[in-house]
């Protein structure tokens, strides 16, 4: 770690604990805000999984020679999108660009003004008490 930084024996930002407690709190926000993002993802690739299986069921009845259903999955469920008309590269991008983007882009401002941008405050302070407790040196 560079000088510019607490290192976990050195937790030196000068912060209330209100503001150690929003910090940590706003940053583990994020990172929930993150994990939804991933869940957003794996949702788009099972659609998309799903939609490919559509495909080959349509082109399965067509060979059948079930045209009426084949035609139904061409031209009402595979071109429609999942929520509202709106395919989930989509909802994946709105998202993206959106909250996490706002999420991230203020956790960023607050962290850079509350504790001249160093991140995990909290737990480096706990990695230090933990350390120092168990006799380590660094």
């Known amino acids: 770690m560079?000088?510019?930084?607490p290192t976990p024996s050195?937790?030196?930002v000068d912060l209330t604990d209100e503001e150690l407690d929003a910090l940590h709190n706003l940053q583990l926000a994020v990172e929930h805000v993150y994990q939804a993002y991933g869940d957003l993802l794996r949702f788009h690739h099972?659609?998309?999984h799903a939609m490919d299986q559509m495909n080959d069921a349509e082109t399965a009845l067509r060979e059948a020679g079930h045209e009426a259903w084949?035609?139904?999955?061409r031209d009402h469920l595979l071109p429609s999108g999942a929520i509202d008309d709106a395919w989930t590269y989509?909802?994946?991008d709105a998202f993206r660009d959106g909250l996490l983007a706002d999420a991230t882009d203020l956790e960023s401002d607050v962290r850079e003004d509350l504790a001249d941008g160093v991140d995990h405050v909290t737990e480096r302070r706990q990695q230090a008490r933990w350390r120092e407790r168990a006799g380590w040196d660094e």
């Open 70 to 73: 084949a035609n139904r999955l």
């Open 2 to 5: 560079d000088d510019d930084h």
């Open 90 to 92: 989509e909802l994946v």
């Open 46 to 48: 099972e659609i998309g």
């Open 10 to 12: 050195r937790p030196d």
